[in-house]
C-alpha cells in the first residue's frame, strides 16, 4: 500500500515562507488529486490546497494569493510554497490522496500521510 510522507515542517517567523514536499513510498501517487491539509490544536482539519494530475488546482480561500501548490510527477512529489505566514497558521500539514467527491472535504480522501508541524511565531 503506498504511504505518503510529509517533509519541510518547521518553525518560520510571522511573515516568512516555508516550503513543504509530499511524496510517496511504496509506490507512486494513484490518484489524479492530491491535497494539502491542516489542522491546528484544537481545531477541524482544514482544506489548503489540492492539485490534479494535469496541473489544476484548487485553494482554500484563506491561502489563495499566498500559497502555490505544484506537482512534479518524474520525482513524484507534490510541493505547497507558504508565504507570508501569519501565527493563526500554525498547525500539523498533511498530505492526502484524493479518492471522491469535493476537492476541499477531508472524507473525499483515503490516504493520508503522517503529517509535518509548521509553527509560525509572533
Known amino acids: 500500500q503506498v504511504q505518503l510522507v510529509e517533509s519541510g515542517g518547521g518553525l518560520v517567523q510571522a511573515g516568512g515562507s516555508l516550503g513543504l514536499g509530499c511524496t510517496t513510498s511504496g509506490g507512486t501517487f494513484s490518484s489524479s488529486f492530491v491535497g494539502w491539509f491542516r489542522q491546528a490544536t484544537g481545531k477541524e482539519r482544514e482544506f489548503v490546497a489540492a492539485i490534479a494530475r494535469s496541473g489544476n488546482t484548487l485553494y482554500g480561500s484563506s491561502v489563495k494569493g499566498r500559497f502555490t501548490i505544484t506537482r512534479d510527477s518524474i520525482k513524484n512529489t507534490v510541493l505547497l510554497q507558504m508565504n507570508s505566514l501569519n501565527p493563526e497558521e500554525t498547525a500539523v500539514y498533511f498530505c492526502?490522496?484524493?479518492?471522491?467527491?469535493?476537492?476541499?472535504?477531508?472524507?473525499?480522501?483515503?490516504?493520508w500521510g503522517q503529517g509535518t508541524q509548521v509553527t509560525v511565531s509572533s
Open positions: 492526502a490522496q484524493h479518492r471522491a467527491g469535493p476537492l476541499y472535504a477531508t472524507q473525499s480522501y483515503d490516504s
